[in-house]
């Protein structure tokens, strides 16, 4: 198939052929790299027959589809192409409709359709974003302020402008979690993540409701300082077993971060979200 096509190609038609992914690689915090599809990515100056001429393979591929592309740009050139730089790198990949907000947190190139939007940012840590995005107190706004169809999230444009992100100087302790979550889920069996989503969904609330979860006495965050990091130079091994040594410390019933997210809903704000999320 397309991995064949691929190979066979020069390497200046390769420069045409990009990764292409969809909710199969990408989930809530997660994107796996292995695609199995690939796009032709050609813009509008390839509506000018000369521009394919120097990709004769493509051409001849394209060629075979003639009769239904219905691109403007039509028979080579895709309909409004997006700007690359939006699929290089760093970036949030944000799925329109969903049964719950999803946002994706990827540094490969990574090439999607109109059933996503790409967030991109230097104003902010991407990790961190994409934990403040994931989490049920943004899930709450967008079922409030955001678009519904049934009980499905349809997550345009304006609300994602809208959303109130808090600005917060030290990001690290979110920064790591999300980093153990991505690591967890890219993993052939993963039953620690869950907690983890947790522990974020219990900080994001206490950045938005601080006095009132302190008052309560189920504040978190300050047990979260010196979590260890891992880092790419690690072995997969080593990473597990960092994870695994913090997971049993922050799961263990005399834990005060477990019983202060078990308790967090006497908090009137965090049980009205709570109660508000449940399907």
Excluded at 198 to 211: A, K, P, R, T
Excluded at 247 to 271: I, T
């Amino acid at each position: 198939g397309s991995e064949m096509c691929i190979r066979d190609r020069s390497n200046e038609e390769k420069r045409l052929i990009k990764p292409f992914y969809t909710t199969n690689e990408l989930h809530r915090y997660y994107g796996s790299q292995k695609n199995t599809l690939w796009l032709i990515y050609t813009d509008s100056s390839f509506k000018y027959y000369e521009n394919i001429k120097p990709y004769p393979r493509i051409k001849s591929h394209l060629d075979r589809f003639k009769d239904i592309i219905s691109s403007d740009n039509k028979p080579y050139g895709l309909h409004r192409a997006r700007d690359e730089r939006f699929f290089r790198g760093e970036k949030i990949i944000s799925l329109r409709k969903c049964i719950n907000p999803t946002f994706t947190y990827t540094d490969f190139d990574c090439y999607v359709s109109q059933t996503f939007f790409v967030i991109k940012t230097s104003r902010i840590n991407q990790k961190y974003l994409t934990a403040i995005l994931n989490s049920e107190l943004i899930a709450f706004w967008l079922k409030y302020k955001g678009k519904m169809q049934g009980d499905n999230y349809q997550i345009d444009k304006e609300p994602l402008l809208g959303l109130p992100i808090f600005i917060l100087k030290n990001v690290k302790p979110f920064e790591i979690v999300v980093d153990y979550i991505l690591f967890l889920k890219s993993q052939p069996t993963d039953k620690m993540s869950f907690y983890f989503e947790q522990l974020i969904d219990g900080i994001v609330y206490e950045l938005y409701f601080e006095n009132e979860i302190k008052q309560a006495g189920c504040d978190i965050l300050k047990y979260l300082n010196d979590l260890p990091e891992i880092t790419e130079e690690m072995e997969d091994e080593e990473k597990m077993k960092i994870i695994t040594k913090i997971f049993n410390k922050l799961y263990d019933k005399e834990s005060p971060v477990r019983k202060n997210l078990f308790f967090m809903d006497s908090v009137e704000e965090v049980a009205i979200i709570k109660k508000s999320l449940e399907k």
